[in-house]
């Protein structure tokens, strides 16, 4: 059986479909494991959903406690006031 160049050519194409085959799969996976890594950071990384859930929850809890204290400091100063209008001047005397 004589090599033809016809059938060399096929030869050369079939490598060529094949090498082109596996540079896709490659590119593919590290599409897949560049897209991991990227949806790994979103919800675990350093700014991730869990760290802004977290951040989120403490702001309104500061937010409570900034509420209550303003209600507390208004009402001591209330009394305090009220306190100080009960004491007489010492000017007056």
Do not use: C, W
């Not at 209330?78 to 005397?93: A, H, I, S, T, V």
């Amino acid at each position: 059986m004589p090599i033809t160049t016809e059938k060399l050519i096929e030869e050369r194409q079939r490598k060529e479909s094949d090498k082109g085959s596996f540079l896709l799969l490659i590119f593919v996976a590290l599409f897949v494991v560049m897209a991991a890594m990227f949806i790994g950071n979103m919800l675990f990384g350093k700014n991730s959903l869990e760290v802004y859930l977290a951040l989120k929850n403490d702001k309104d809890i500061l937010n409570k406690k900034i509420y209550h204290l303003k209600n507390e400091n208004a009402a001591l100063q209330k009394k305090y006031f009220e306190l100080k209008n009960l004491m007489p001047n010492k000017d007056d005397e």
